[in-house]
Every structure is written in C-alpha cells, then in structure tokens.
C-alpha cells in the first residue's frame, strides 16, 4: 500500500483534471448525503388518509416525533417530491461516476428483488410470471425501477431504467433454478423402537440408531439456514451500500416465501409499555417460539450482532422493504391436498400443522420486516403483481423527517420511534425503531473484507461519490484520474484548526465471471492546513493510478473508502 506524503499541488491537478471533465459533469453540485456517523436519523413517514389515497400537503408543524418517549426536535423536513432532480448531463468519453444523479432523477425510486434463496423453485416460477404482467399491464412511466435477484449472492438482472421493455426483456430472459438447499423442519424419524418391540436391547439400539439420525437431520438444518441468513444479510448490506448515497426514500420489493430472520434479534429487552407503544401489533416471541426447531433458532441467535447491523445500515439507507409472499394465496395445506389420498379427517397430521405453522410464522416474519423498515407487507393473496403496484404508489405520499436524538451516546441498543399528526384523519406508516450503531465505532472492523464485499457488488456502491476518468497510461498501463467528492467524506479535526483526511483508493480488474485478476491500492492519511482543505473542499480530492490491463473482456472495479466514516464507494467501468 502507497502511502501519499504530499498533496501540495492538488490545486493544479484539480484544475487539469477538471478541464478535462468537469465541462460534461456541471450538472450542479452532489447533494450533500447525510450519513449515520453524523448522527442525524432520518425517518420517512407515508401519509394517507383512510382509503389509502396520498396527502401532500402536511407541513413540518403538523409533526410530532418521540424517541423512546421524548419529544424531538424535527431538524429537517423534506415534503413528497423536494427530492427529485433533473437528469444530469452526460459525462463524456471515459469518464464515469457513481453520484447519485447519474443513478435516479425524479420519480419513485424501486428495487424489484426476486429471491430464490428463501424461495422454492413452483414459486420463484409463478412470481416471475407475475411480474411479467406488471410490467406489461401495470408499469407507469417515470417509475425508475431496477431488477436484482437473490440466489448464491444479490445479482442485477436490469439496472435502473424508466424503460419497460428493458424490464420486460430481463425478464423474460431470467430463469429460476432450483434451490441448492432446502431449508425445512429436519423429517420426523420413523420409530424402529416400535416394530422391533420384543427384541431384547433393539429398543435402546432403534433409539440411539434415530437420536443418531436426528443429530445428522439437525446437522443439515442448522447449515441450510445458516447459509440462508448469511446469504440474505449479504444482500441486505449490498442494498444499503448501493442506495445509500441516494437522497430520500427507496422502495425494496422484495418478492420470497419468508425471511429467516427477523430484525429484532430475540434478546432485546424491552418494556411492555414500550412494546405495546412502538409495536402495537406485534407479538414479541422468541426466535425459538417463531421458528419449528429450536436448531434453527440456536443459529439465527449467533448472527444477532449481524442482523442488528443490518437493521441499522438499512434504517440509515432509508430503504423500506416492501415483503411480496411469492406464495400467492396459501394456507400450508397444499401439499396435502395435492394427494387425494389424504382429503380426509387424518389430513391434519403432525406434517400438516407443522407446515401450517410454519405458513403464519413467515407471514408474521415478513410484516414485522415491513414494519421496522417502513415497507407494507402483501400476503395471502393471488396477483401477486399488485403487491408491487401498492408499493410504488406510496412515493407520493412519503414525507421524510431528521432529527438529533437528545441521547448522544451511540450504545448499539434499539431505539424506538413514534411519529403523529395533529390533522385527523391521516394514517401514518413509518419505521419502528432503529439500533444506534455508528459503523465508524464498531470494534474489530476489517476494512479489507469491507473493500472486498464492496467490490464484488455489481452495482455501484454510493456512500462514497467520486468521478473517474480512465484511458491509457505510459508503458502500456491503464490510467485511472479519481476525483472524490469532498461532501461524501468524514475530516477530523487535528489541533491548530487543520483537517485531516484518511481515504484509500483501490483499482482492480475483474474478469467477467466474477474472478480478480489484479488490484492496486493507495491511501491519502494527511493533515491539511485551513486554505489547502478549503481548496479540497472546493475542489474534491484528486488521486491518479497506473493499473496493468489484462486481456480478455474485463471489468475494473474502483473503491474508495473513508477510514473515518468506513464509508464505501464503488465504481464499475467495462474494459473493451
């Protein structure tokens, strides 16, 4: 790693580089991003009146916000729509950037996610047709939607577009395959202690030969749904890292048969009157109590960290997720009536309850999802495809609120939110809560693992902005001029009234499976004076890198990170 001693001429290589592409990018200013580590929590609230018909004319007053409470003061106040922004203009020939104007403009901004990993494959099938529909019969103009898939990790099957027959075609071309692993209640053994009543020892034998089966069964249930929730808390922080960087509220219509998880880890503590305040609809069971064998408690209990950092990236994302049960109509008796052999009294077997139980528990899963994200959940019923249509029609009526919580100290522990309105008449949807993490703070942290989850993203990652120019290099090198936006990272203040930086760059060439084929790196760790770190802020922070072309047809993947905030931003630009 390049450690950089100097920056006195960022000024003039500035001035180049924006000579250079700074005439194709004066599209204004990047919106300045709000970020956790500042401490500011921003709750987007939905408003409509009793038929669910948007209202758009609340004002700031008309708000009164509780954290674990206490009154707060609303700080920021942004009406249905403050947040929408012209295209920006074109960048010109190799130039590239991740702001977040050249990912959105005005209109709802959505993610339609199509997830196999929680999904059997007769569902995925019958989701996807129903998608299809909605994009040829229900899609609106303007509605800029993107399509991701959820199987061994989150993939874009189409980036964002207003365009409905990209969507279409996407569509069309995605496949569902077969889940890898199905994760289930382990099968009930069958009792050999019974038909071999009579033997001598054969009953203590048949018992240790199934407590042997069983520990194997559990063995296989405990990996299928840790490999599940490892999978989709992947997926959720890959969201966070790609949304985050864009203003206001983004709708995730994440279209499963059930989470495996919930993000409420079971050992919260919290108080009756609390709960029956922040969660008036939720019973607040145990993970065991929710799930059919305490084996896949016991492991979704050992991700409890992970899911509370998950939680928290989401919140300060401002993603609200929108659970579509990929089901349909389903009650948990559809595989015994697939068999007519069993369309009688004995049909509710122990198998049957147990399939039952586990139809109302990741029902309840996915509201409660939608609840401590904003979303609203769409369960038990045929059109699927309207599930998706009632999440885009909530963009209208999204308001979003930001306040500084009077409890400064940043603990990890859940915080719960209540937001009212003094007009009668307006429902109101929000966000429950929130855990108080602040990333830069957590202990253990591995920037590198970071960097290379970040990476291997396929879209670009928007927590860090920056514009990129790429063209060839002396010697045969690729030559990469990076251009950070100032307003995107964290300065510490040093003694004497300077700043100091801490960014590290990285530049990486992927082939197209997926596979490195070489990266470099380099980092900015320095202190500037007052009028130097007026020009960077004027200006944004200018590195160059030479990289090794590979030949094939490539992708080269460009990170920055800020050491200070462990903001991540991510760039993609395809080799020829």
């Known amino acids: 790693m390049i450690k950089v001693q100097k920056l006195l001429t960022v000024a003039v290589l500035v001035a180049v580089f924006c000579t250079n592409i700074g005439a194709q990018?004066?599209?204004?200013?990047?919106?300045?991003?709000?970020?956790?580590?500042?401490?500011?929590?921003?709750?987007?609230?939905?408003?409509t009146d009793k038929h669910g018909k948007a209202i758009t004319d609340l004002k700031a007053s008309d708000f009164t916000l509780q954290e674990k409470g206490?009154?707060?003061k609303i700080a920021i106040f942004n009406p249905p729509g403050s947040q929408d922004k012209g295209a920006a203009r074109g960048l010109g020939p190799g130039i590239y950037s991740n702001r977040p104007e050249y990912v959105t403009t005005e209109g709802?901004?959505?993610?339609?996610?199509?997830?196999?990993?929680?999904?059997?494959?007769?569902?995925s099938a019958y989701a996807r047709r129903q998608m299809l529909q909605f994009v040829r019969n229900q899609y609106k103009p303007g509605q800029r939607m993107a399509i991701f898939t959820l199987s061994n990790g989150l993939a874009v099957l189409q980036d964002f577009t207003t365009d409905p027959q990209l969507l279409y075609n996407a569509l069309v071309q995605y496949l569902p395959k077969e889940q890898e692993g199905k994760a289930a209640a382990a099968p009930a053994v069958a009792n050999v202690a019974n038909a071999d009543s009579g033997r001598g020892n054969s009953n203590s034998m048949a018992d240790s030969f199934n407590q042997r089966i069983q520990a194997f069964q559990n063995a296989q249930v405990a990996y299928q749904e840790d490999r599940r929730i490892e999978i989709t808390l992947a997926a959720m922080r890959s969201l966070a890292r790609i949304l985050a960087g864009v203003p206001g509220r983004k709708s995730v219509l994440?279209?499963?048969a059930g989470f495996p998880f919930s993000l409420i880890p079971e050992d919260r503590t919290i108080s009756d009157t609390e709960l029956a305040e922040s969660l008036p609809t939720i019973s607040q069971l145990s993970l065991g109590t929710r799930d059919s064998g305490s084996v896949a408690s016991i492991t979704r209990q050992g991700h409890a960290g992970e899911i509370r950092l998950a939680a928290a990236q989401l919140a300060s994302a401002q993603i609200a997720i929108y659970p579509v049960d990929a089901r349909g109509?389903?009650?948990?008796?559809?595989?015994?009536?697939?068999?007519?052999?069993?369309?009688n009294l004995d049909a509710m077997t122990q198998g049957a309850q147990a399939r039952i139980s586990n139809v109302t528990s990741t029902q309840e899963t996915m509201r409660e999802m939608a609840r401590e994200t904003g979303g609203k959940a769409y369960i038990n019923q045929n059109e699927v495809q309207q599930g998706v249509a009632l999440a885009l029609a909530d963009y209208p009526a999204s308001y979003t609120l930001g306040y500084y919580p009077d409890d400064k100290k940043w603990d990890g522990k859940y915080r719960s939110i209540k937001v009212k309105t003094q007009r009668d008449g307006v429902e109101l949807r929000y966000r429950r809560g929130y855990f108080a993490i602040d990333?830069?703070?957590?202990?253990?942290?591995?920037?590198?693992?970071?960097?290379?989850?970040?990476?291997?993203?396929?879209?670009?990652?928007?927590?860090?902005?920056?514009?990129?120019?790429?063209?060839?290099?002396?010697?045969?090198?690729?030559?990469?001029?990076?251009?950070?936006?100032?307003?995107?990272?964290?300065?510490?203040?040093?003694?004497?009234?300077?700043?100091?930086?801490n960014l590290v760059f990285y530049a990486a060439i992927f082939s197209a499976d997926g596979k490195m084929l070489g990266n470099q790196s380099m980092k900015i760790d320095q202190t500037f004076d007052a009028n130097t770190f007026q020009q960077v802020q004027q200006h944004g922070i200018l590195t160059h890198m030479d990289i090794d072309p590979k030949p094939g047809k490539n992708d080269l993947r460009i990170a920055v990170r800020d050491n200070h905030s462990a903001s991540v931003g991510t760039l993609i630009v395809p080799l020829q």
């Open 25 to 47: 990018s004066e599209s204004g200013a990047s919106t300045p991003t709000i970020r956790i580590n500042t401490h500011l929590v921003l709750v987007d609230v939905v408003a």
């Open 70 to 72: 206490k009154s707060e």
């Open 108 to 123: 709802p901004l959505a993610v339609l996610l199509l997830d196999t990993v929680n999904t059997s494959f007769r569902d």
């Open 254 to 256: 994440w279209v499963t």
């Open 329 to 343: 109509l389903v009650s948990g008796m559809e595989e015994t009536m697939l068999d007519p052999k069993s369309r």
């Open 439 to 501: 990333p830069s703070q957590l202990k253990d942290q591995k920037p590198e693992q970071a960097i290379a989850e970040a990476l291997s993203d396929q879209a670009a990652n928007t927590l860090v902005t920056f514009l990129a120019q790429v063209k060839p290099g002396d010697k045969g090198k690729l030559g990469v001029d990076i251009l950070v936006d100032s307003n995107s990272v964290t300065a510490e203040d040093v003694a004497g009234g300077n700043k100091k930086l």
